[in-house]
């Protein structure tokens, strides 16, 4: 079944930005989503069909592909963007549904 | 407004049974796929169903084929999770949310905990 790796964490100075990656064999033919949890609350959707951007998520975030390899960018770091981040496909396979397991973004 | 309210989780036996429910509002049910996600204390992201509008298309995850059963009643707006033969990893919060074009979850409620223990 297909997978995704994701680092168990990144760090970024508020103000910086943090890149946030998703590996995974031929991802860039596949729609990939990002998924923002903060602690004790419910994932938002940040990113979705590789680079769009779901209604009231600020342009800080952004989505791309290349190579093997997905990434959520995150410019300006602010405090409030502490989180785990967690990227997804959906897969023609009998386990349609994969997540990376997650990243967790801590701001210095 | 979108809103998802999952309810009916608690703590149950292993080898018990509990359905939880999703109640739907702000936006036009019937039309959505919809799905059932956990997490279980302290890790990361699991899908475990998802069906479509019309409950014609249905997909379940290998942790729970033949255990699980997803349903929905679209003339009460409320998305269902039957859960038989729990085992204790099973234990999680429930999602159910909102499946869109791309196969994304746009939209998700608070979660409901479901504990397994004897």
């Known amino acids: 079944s297909f997978v995704l790796t994701q680092p168990p964490s990144v760090s970024a100075a508020p103000g910086r930005t943090a890149r946030i990656p998703c590996a995974g064999n031929?991802?860039?033919?596949?729609?990939v989503h990002w998924y923002q949890q903060r602690p004790g609350q419910a994932p938002v959707l940040v990113s979705y069909y590789d680079r769009d951007r779901p209604s009231g998520i600020p342009d800080r975030f952004s989505g791309s592909i290349s190579g093997n390899t997905a990434t959520l960018t995150i410019t300006r770091v602010e405090a409030g963007d502490e989180a785990d981040y967690y990227c997804?496909?959906?897969?023609?396979?009998?386990?349609?549904?994969?997540f990376g397991g997650g990243t967790k973004l801590t701001v210095l | 407004e979108v809103q998802l309210v999952e309810s009916g989780g608690s703590l149950v036996r292993p080898g018990g049974s509990l359905r939880l429910s999703c109640a739907a509002s702000?936006?036009?049910?019937?039309?959505?796929?919809m799905a059932w996600l956990r997490q279980a204390p302290g890790k990361g992201l699991e899908w475990i169903s998802a069906i479509s509008g019309g409950s014609d298309t249905v997909y379940y995850a290998d942790s729970v084929k033949g255990r699980f059963t997803i349903s929905r009643d679209n003339s009460k707006n409320t998305l269902y999770l039957q859960m038989n033969s729990l085992r204790t990893e099973d234990t999680a919060t429930y999602y159910c949310?909102?499946?869109?074009?791309?196969?994304?979850?746009?939209?998700w409620g608070r979660g409901t905990l479901v504990t397994v223990s004897s």
């Open positions: 949310s909102t499946l869109n074009t791309w196969f994304e979850f746009d939209f």
């Open positions: 997804q496909v959906w897969d023609s396979s009998s386990n349609p549904v994969v």
């Open positions: 031929d991802i860039a033919t596949k729609s």
């Open positions: 702000g936006f036009t049910f019937n039309h959505n796929a």
